[in-house]
């Protein structure tokens, strides 16, 4: 049978949360009552993850597919795996570790019901240490500045979306990118549903500070031009304030004799040169961030390798060839 609803859980060393989310996810998507299918992307994990997937396909291969990649990829570039292999009309993201409730799906397609096409969760009661709270809530107004993309919880990874977004996300051939985002811009009708958030079952995140700031990166630079147009505005600014202080030194040297002297020993101090010099090396790795990207665009290399696919014989292995390589294990 076809499914309505594919799931897709990326996965990366969660060993020890796997069995409590098999036991949680199964009966809260059988209570839905719509048929579905599972999709797990085990992200190159280096405990036995891969080895509790394929003991869980082997329990219930009716309802679940798991795509194995050879190395460590990424959350999202896991997610676009599942992307280009849902069957369902309706598609739902959900992180392993459980702090997004399964039993809250039913929420996301409820909206869906109602007529839209992207639902994003928006956690209540966050289980997270406050920085990342705070951290959170500035990158999303400045996000939303600078994109005019409109998430109210851009780090919520319980999202649904139609498979005509779906499918959009899985034909770009952007390298990096954040789904969410990059998901949002091919909606017509999104909504936003409030979810719970619980603490994690077992294990540690994965998102350490220096990824978050990679991610955002990530996220401003693939959607929008405006960092580099605002420090070409800083850098006029910058000349035109420099160009005048330096006309009013000469004057004053000139005619006045002495009055604006203490502007002068303001513009020698050595404080200003380090903060013009700290101005241009933060411009020179923001045009690398955009350089980098179009390095990493050009190289067409593959995404992804999947070294196996579990799902039932039979089941289709359509896969775009330029984006994978892939060894099939069926049942």
Known sequence: MTPDLSVVIPVYNEEAGL???????????????????????????RDR?????????QARPDVTRVILFNANYGQHVAIIAGFERVRGERVVTLDADL?????????????MDAGADYVGGVRVNREDAWWRRAASRLMNRLRERITRIRMT???????????????????????????????YTFAYRPVEVEVLHEERVAGESKYSLYKLIRLNFDLVTGFSLVPLQLFSVFGMIV?????????????????????????????????????????????????????????????????????????????????PARDVAHVRETQ
Do not use: H
């Open 153 to 183: 919880d851009q780090g919520c990874m319980l999202r649904a979306y139609s498979r005509e977004i779906v499918d959009a996300v899985a034909a770009a051939r952007e390298v990096s990118t954040f789904i969410p985002a990059l998901a």
């Open 49 to 57: 993850s891969a080895a509790l997937l394929r003991a869980q396909f």
């Open 99 to 111: 702090q997004n409730p399964p039993e809250e799906i039913g929420k996301l397609l409820a909206a």
């Open 239 to 319: 000349a035109a304030v420099s160009l005048v202080l330096y006309a009013v030194v000469i004057v004053e040297r000139a005619v006045l004799g002495g009055f604006l002297e203490g502007v002068k020993a303001l513009w020698d101090r050595d404080i200003l040169a380090f903060f013009l010099i700290g101005c241009t090396m933060f411009g020179v790795g923001l045009l690398g961030e955009y350089v980098g990207r179009i390095y990493q665009q050009v190289r067409e290399r593959p995404r992804y390798v999947i070294r196996a696919v579990l799902e039932r014989d039979g089941d289709d292995l359509e896969l």
């Open 19 to 45: 069995p409590a989310l098999f036991a949680r996810l199964y009966p809260a998507l059988d209570a839905l009552g719509v048929p579905y299918e599972v999709i797990f992307v085990n992200d190159g994990s």
